[in-house]
């Protein structure tokens, strides 16, 4: 498996464009997460979803940010409108999450910078 | 709430040294703990997970320990290199409500400098 792939892996945006950020997890993994990363405020967590259901997005910072995972393969991360504070590195990771097992392992992110 | 603490936030150490880093949490319900390695402008790469019923794992040079009654996981490292500079983060997992809903909550990380 090539791993949690994700795209763009850089994106350069103008305040109030909308921005979807793309992700394939690994292969017969049922979790999903969606972290965003700053150096203020380290590794955060937005959302995550279980067999394509969310669970949690209490960490979802505003209304403006939105996730979707329309199927066991893909799911998308979508900020409408940007706002400069939304910079960041964006990461997808995925786990099987089942039992004792819950490495996660994550993409290489999506540098998202919003002027 | 768990909340997971690394202390330093930052550590050099002259090459060949052997080294440890420390992870604390406050819930001492964790049932997983994991060690990842991030390289500047890079994700994050998974360096060992101690599964709920151990209390240790190793991985070449690497040996990584988890004490739920003390709040404390450690990562060792033998024989430092300078390929081993990078910084590390520790990750627990909870259980939420109902089995099944794990997520990770990740502490700062330390950035580690291994000196040639």
């Known amino acids: 498996d090539a791993g949690v792939i994700q795209s763009p892996r850089h994106e350069v945006t103008e305040m109030g464009q909308e921005v979807t950020l793309r992700c394939k997890p690994i292969?017969?993994?049922?979790?999903l997460f969606w972290y965003r990363q700053t150096m203020m405020r380290g590794l955060e967590l937005l959302i995550y979803?279980?067999?394509?259901?969310?669970?949690?997005d209490s960490g979802m910072p505003e209304d403006r940010f939105s996730a979707k995972m329309p199927n066991a393969s893909f799911s998308t991360l979508k900020i409408q409108p940007s706002e400069p504070r939304d910079s960041a590195v964006y990461f997808c990771?995925?786990?099987?999450?089942?039992?004792?097992?819950?490495?996660?392992?994550f993409g290489q992110g999506t540098r998202l910078t919003v002027v | 709430k768990q909340e997971v603490t690394q202390i330093p936030a930052a550590l050099s150490v002259p090459e060949g040294e052997n080294l440890v880093l420390n992870c604390s949490f406050t819930d001492s319900a964790i049932y997983n703990l994991q060690w990842f390695r991030q390289d500047p402008g890079k994700g994050l790469t998974s360096l060992l997970l101690i599964q709920s019923s151990q209390r240790e794992q190793t991985s070449g040079r690497l040996n990584a320990s988890l004490d739920k009654s003390s709040g404390r996981s450690t990562l060792y490292i033998a024989a430092s290199q300078p390929g081993d500079s990078a910084t590390y983060l520790c990750a627990g997992t909870n259980l939420g409500s109902n089995f099944g809903n794990e997520k990770l909550t990740f502490g700062t990380g330390t950035r580690l400098t291994i000196i040639p």
């Open positions: 292969s017969g993994h049922d979790y």
């Open positions: 990771a995925s786990s099987p999450g089942q039992g004792l097992n819950t490495e996660a392992f």
């Open positions: 979803f279980n067999n394509n259901v969310p669970i949690d």
